[in-house]
């Protein structure tokens, strides 16, 4: 039978003053904790399972001794009851922390994602990208709202906001839109899962959103990069041949090579082996994410040899000021040329010619460096397709140096099978 400690009074307490613990009675377990310091506590000790814990019931003389008793019963009857109660302190400090974090305003939540999740993207223009739309069309909204009071209501405002062309943002500009409600639904399971806020989230597409707005397969433009037709790239080639500055040699290696302007505009000498006649693009360099090897063909290897190599540059198309060639630069030398086209462009050509060429479907894609559908095949193909790309991209290269007369489509053999 467990002792019961003599009742103390109001001024017994008083009097304690000597450091350690002392029951004072009227509850079983409840002591005045004296710490050598002088602080004093209020403390209750309860059997839980096989266990003795310690809960705090606060401070003396601030908790008086009738309330400590009365705290510690309504602790020891909880108990009782099957329940694992905290403190009261420690309910005090868990209701701030929640207090706070419900507090917490998107803008933040909308920082801390992109700290925690940006180490994955492949540059920094993507980061760029998160924030110019974000500030652009969800800040006005909900920037300092708390992230746990942001409901439906106001997903709805922002991707529904009047745009100047007329129409609302998910109707006018309906792929910007649709990245912005991607990312918000980001930013708000983040939130949930680090417990700044509770619920089903209210960016979510499937079986919600999905009920109030048009698909976007149905509003969205569809805009294609503008390209030349491939019975006009051999004319089109000679042109700019005759085009003097790094931007037209750049571009022009574009075109032989098949590659994206950020690949090119990027290209080092340490990527390129001159004599195995290819270039090897790291995985961080590539928008798959893998590594990419390109074969050069004579005519791009005749371009690769004529080019000067900068003293302290690594790159093979330096701009003026040292640095990579900007991503307008490109653009600049087919506006000069006046052809309705973007450097982009010229992969949909190449791909226009390699059906006309009725190469296999699949190591054309692995030509423009896309993932092949089959994983059986890619696997194999990782091996010796480039043996098969190279092949192609010569044939592409001898293309381009043989202009055709009258649309007359010039003959090559075919690629292996």
């Not at 710490?35 to 814990?53: H, L, P, Q, S, Y």
């Not at 003389?61 to 694992?84: D, I, T």
């Not at 190591?363 to 993932?371: D, F, G, M, N, R």
Request: positive net charge; aromatic residues 8%; proline residues 6%.
């Amino acid at each position: 039978m467990p002792k019961i400690s003599k009742q103390l009074s109001e001024r017994a307490v008083a009097a304690i003053k000597e450091t350690g613990r002392h029951a004072v009675g009227g509850v079983q377990g409840l002591h005045l904790q004296i710490r050598e310091a002088g602080a004093k506590a209020w403390m209750v000790r309860i059997k839980v399972g096989d266990d003795r814990r310690d809960f705090g019931l606060g401070s003396y003389p601030a908790v008086s001794l009738s309330q400590a008793r009365e705290k510690a019963r309504a602790l020891r009857e909880a108990v009782a009851r099957g329940e694992l109660p905290q403190s009261p302190t420690k309910q005090r400090k868990a209701a701030l922390i929640a207090k706070q974090a419900s507090a917490a305003p998107f803008a933040w939540c909308a920082a801390q994602y992109m700290a925690a999740k940006s180490v994955e993207w492949k540059n920094p223009k993507h980061r760029q990208q998160w924030v110019n739309t974000l500030e652009q069309y969800a800040f006005p909204f909900i920037e300092h709202m708390p992230v746990a009071d942001i409901k439906l209501q106001n997903i709805m405002q922002i991707l529904t906001q009047p745009q100047k062309e007329g129409g609302s943002l998910w109707e006018a500009k309906n792929e910007t839109a649709s990245r912005l409600r991607g990312r918000l639904e980001k930013v708000l399971d983040w939130a949930t899962v680090s417990q700044y806020r509770t619920g089903e989230n209210p960016a979510r597409w499937r079986g919600h959103l999905e009920q109030l707005l048009p698909a976007p397969s149905k509003v969205q433009k569809i805009e294609n990069h503008r390209a030349l037709p491939w019975a006009e790239l051999p004319a089109f080639m000679l042109r700019l041949k005759q085009s003097e500055g790094i931007a037209a040699r750049a571009l022009e290696l574009l075109i032989l090579t098949a590659a994206r302007s950020g690949e090119i505009r990027g290209m080092r000498w340490d990527e390129v082996d001159l004599q195995a006649k290819v270039w090897t693009l790291p995985a961080h360099r590539m928008k798959a994410g893998r590594v990419h090897r390109v074969p050069l063909s004579n005519a791009a290897m005749r371009l690769l040899q004529a080019m000067p190599r900068i003293d302290d540059s690594p790159l093979v198309f330096p701009s003026p000021r040292g640095g990579a060639l900007s991503d307008m630069s490109l653009t600049a030398v087919t506006r000069r040329m006046a052809v309705d086209c973007v450097p982009h462009g010229f992969r949909s050509s190449f791909r226009d010619w390699a059906g006309k060429m009725r190469f296999d479907p699949q190591i054309t894609e692995l030509c423009l460096s896309h993932k092949v559908k089959s994983e059986t095949v890619g696997a194999y193909w990782r091996e010796d397709a480039l043996e098969w790309r190279t092949d192609i991209m010569q044939q592409w290269a001898d293309y381009l140096d043989r202009p055709a007369k009258g649309g007359e489509v010039i003959a090559f053999k075919q690629a292996r099978a």
